[in-house]
């Protein structure tokens, strides 16, 4: 059974730099594709970024585009989200979830079969 811990979320200012984690534990991350979802207060869930387990290929959000950057170090079973010129419509709690092999429709969530907790990210001078 996999399981996923997000961490590194936390308050910083807009402008500012968070890297959140999602550790793995229970199986290799190596045979899973990951994605990233938030979901801010009164707002429907959103899939921001997503990693292939098949060929690494990366996807991203519109909103987070250019911002965000996902990575994975199967060595550490974990997976990265670098978040860049975070804004205050940034906040929100960032999920991580796993399944496998790999979906056309990530965003959606509805395949994904293992996710973490959540880690609160709030933007805020």
């Known amino acids: 059974q996999l399981q996923l811990v997000e961490s590194g979320g936390g308050l910083v200012q807009p402008g500012g730099s968070l890297r959140l984690s999602c550790a793995a534990s229970g199986s290799s991350l190596a045979y899973y594709s990951i994605g990233w979802f938030r979901q801010a207060p009164g707002k429907e869930r959103e899939g921001i970024s997503y990693?292939?387990?098949?060929?690494?290929?990366?996807y991203y959000a519109d909103s987070v585009k250019g911002r965000f950057t996902i990575s994975r170090d199967n060595a550490q079973n974990t997976v990265y989200l670098q978040m860049n010129s975070l804004q205050p419509e940034d906040t929100a709690v960032y999920y991580c979830?796993?399944?496998?092999?790999?979906?056309?429709?990530?965003?959606?969530?509805?395949?994904?079969?293992?996710w973490g907790k959540g880690t609160l990210v709030t933007v805020s001078s």
């Open positions: 990693i292939s387990s098949r060929d690494g290929s990366t």
């Open positions: 979830a796993a399944e496998t092999p790999f979906s056309s429709s990530w965003y959606l969530g509805y395949d994904m079969d293992y």
